[in-house]
């Protein structure tokens, strides 16, 4: 009886989704094409305000464009939520070389991980000690790395196709390698950046020391591809081989930033909230434009494409311009956390947090009995090449709201070149194509379009 009635269900569902339904789509598309201003938002927040770290003068002023950006873009109500965030400064640009032999030397492309204690003002010199991953650390012991820097030389996976798999299986070399690394006496360690270019761009990003106390911290630095290469070739020649390496990072006392924070009542659900959002921080290395600037102007522009196709939301469409994804996710935590207080109904939230690149679908954190239902839609966007609807993840800011009976999901572009500007000095405008970055707001407004107008299985 349970399957019959499941059935049933299906087949009232599936004749739901009419030609209207597809009209509206095509109404979303045609106007993400001819007046999206994801891109004119894009070039503002990267080329006028630029790198976004948490704590930074340029992360609030971030938080002000964002509030006018919103603001003009007509919500009924724009707000600033407090939050406390980690103020980490890189100082000076980082220096290293490589030191074969006294008088030979070549210089290296470094960059502090974020979070990373400096060196001394003088730098730190020794041998270098080579390791794939914690295992092989954990070999070698003590008595071979005490007073040594670590080289942790762990590859992406260049053989599976998501690219963020590879980096999953690979980032905790750089997360807790210093945290590792210093159990067996090493004085600083090296991380092969997380990319899958062979290039001189360095990519940062956090790390932890855990419960160490800051007196026995050692300073973390990524080293470019094409360096890390060099270095290891170099150790094959010269195990004996010498690292300098000198940064002038700091962590100072939190400080107070916001979230942003903008919606609109729905007309027949106004407590049935629908999400939508990125993170406004970003790395201070590049502009952030990919990460996640993209994100950003694609969740503001959701409503200005509805506003453009004539669409009323029948739910409360919210916009969140999350604070300190990059390095404490502090502001997904006070989001969730007042909206717990609050008993807020979150039926669904959509996050673009994967870069600006070509749309190919979304992923989705859902019951069976959703799932089901959302793969419906799959033919809706068939003809615009937005195929893949599968379960599995959606992103780090919304994974707080995560209940069984609702619906996360995370816009998912084509990542095979994400990994080349990740937290890098050329994650810049001039990396954005105009045309990909509209048609990802132009899927997230689809998306969004048709779980307000069906809403979920409770």
């Not at 959302?374 to 707080?400: C, H, R």
Request: hydrophobic letters at 40%.
């Amino acid at each position: 009886m349970k399957r019959y009635f499941t059935l049933l269900m299906l087949i009232g569902f599936l004749s739901v989704y009419s030609q209207d339904d597809k009209d509206m789509i095509k109404k979303f598309f045609d106007n993400s094409m001819s007046s999206s201003v994801s891109y004119e938002l894009l070039d503002h927040l990267s080329n006028e305000i630029g790198g976004r770290l948490s704590g930074s003068l340029n992360a609030e002023r971030a938080v002000e464009w964002g509030r006018k950006e919103l603001i003009k873009v007509g919500f009924d109500k724009v707000w600033l939520q407090d939050v406390m965030v980690p103020k980490w400064v890189r100082g000076p640009k980082e220096f290293a070389l490589i030191e074969t032999q006294p008088g030979t030397t070549f210089n290296v492309d470094v960059c502090a991980l974020g979070g990373s204690v400096a060196t001394p003002s003088v730098g730190i010199k020794s041998n270098v000690i080579e390791v794939y991953d914690f295992d092989e650390l954990k070999i070698l012991g003590k008595e071979k790395i005490d007073g040594k820097i670590v080289f942790f030389n762990r590859p992406m996976q260049p053989n599976l196709i998501n690219t963020f798999q590879a980096y999953g299986e690979a980032v905790s070399m750089r997360v807790n390698g210093a945290a590792e690394a210093v159990k067996y006496g090493a004085i600083g360690v090296i991380i092969r950046s997380m990319s899958l270019r062979l290039d001189d761009f360095p990519h940062t990003g956090v790390m932890s020391y855990g419960n160490l106390p800051p007196s026995k911290r050692i300073p973390a630095a990524a080293i470019s591809t094409n360096a890390a290469e060099k270095l290891s070739n170099l150790l094959k020649i010269n195990p004996d081989l010498k690292f300098l390496l000198r940064q002038q990072c700091k962590q100072f006392k939190d400080v107070k930033s916001h979230n942003v924070i903008a919606e609109i009542k729905g007309s027949t659900y106004p407590n049935e909230i629908i999400l939508v959002g990125g993170h406004l921080d970003s790395w201070d290395l590049g502009d952030g434009s990919h990460d996640d600037g993209a994100g950003i102007v694609q969740s503001i522009d959701v409503l200005n494409i509805l506003n453009k196709s004539g669409y009323k939301p029948k739910r409360t469409i919210r916009v969140v311009l999350f604070m300190n994804e990059e390095n404490g996710l502090r502001g997904a935590i006070k989001y969730a956390e007042v909206s717990k207080n609050n008993s807020l109904n979150h039926i669904f939230a959509l996050e673009s947090d994967a870069g600006g690149f070509t749309p190919l679908g979304f992923s989705f954190t859902s019951n069976e009995e959703n799932f089901s239902k959302i793969s419906e839609w799959k033919n809706l966007f068939d003809p615009y090449l937005i195929q893949t609807f599968v379960m599995g993840g959606s992103g780090a800011d919304i994974s707080l709201l995560e209940k069984s009976n609702n619906v996360l999901a995370g816009l998912r572009p084509d990542s095979q070149r994400y990994f080349d500007y990740h937290h890098a000095a050329n994650d810049t405008f001039d990396a954005i194509n105009k045309r990909e970055l509209e048609l990802g707001a132009f899927a997230m407004t689809s998306l969004i379009y048709l779980f307000d107008k069906y809403g979920i299985n409770n």
